[in-house]
């Protein structure tokens, strides 16, 4: 037992997969909110955007509360797809048995998240949800992936 502990530990970094579980639980959290709650918060962000863009003298009407709420989405999902790949590959190394893990965790989260809203008032799990869900957390991974790749092209010119 003790030697599946020790591999877990060189193959994981422990904080950020601390750091993954608690942002799973805000996001979880988020879902728990009833929907009169969570739209109030959305028209805020928004009204907060249209004043930040009115002051700028750009166009501020076709940034909507739907925008808001599914880049909301999109964002809270490419951070998480940041820390787990980061949690579920420890050295840096990128390889496949670490991006696989990564991607079944993040495919679980959001499936789990939407689930979630079915069970709370004036909210709804939605499977297009789901789907930009794991296109925003793929997009972290890709990043992820992408800078270890470029630091170690940096690192090794030949």
Same mark, same amino acid.
């Given at each position: ?47 907060? $955007?249209?004043? @930040?863009? &009115? ?5 501020? *009407?076709?940034?909507?509360? !739907? =925008? ?22 420890? $050295?840096?190394? @990128?390889? &496949? ?5 990564? *991607?079944?965790?993040?495919? !679980? =989260? ?49």
């Amino acid at each position: 037992m003790s030697n599946l502990s020790s591999q877990f530990r060189s193959k994981v970094s422990i904080p950020w997969l601390l750091l993954t579980l608690v942002f799973v639980t805000f996001i979880w959290g988020n879902s728990l909110v009833p929907g009169q709650g969570s739209g109030s918060l959305s028209l805020s962000v928004m009204e907060c $955007a249209h004043e @930040v863009l &009115r002051s700028l003298g750009l166009p501020y *009407a076709w940034l909507t509360n !739907f =925008i808001i709420r599914k880049t909301a989405h999109f964002t809270e999902y490419l951070l998480l797809g940041l820390f787990a790949s980061q949690a579920f590959d420890r $050295a840096g190394a @990128v390889s &496949r048995a670490s991006l696989v893990a990564t *991607a079944v965790f993040c495919a !679980f =989260i959001p499936s789990i998240d939407e689930t979630i809203q079915l069970f709370v008032a004036d909210r709804s799990g939605q499977v297009v949800d789901v789907l930009l869900d794991c296109c925003g957390a793929a997009t972290g991974i890709v990043f992820r992936t992408a800078w270890i790749k470029m630091r170690r092209g940096r690192n090794n010119p030949c």
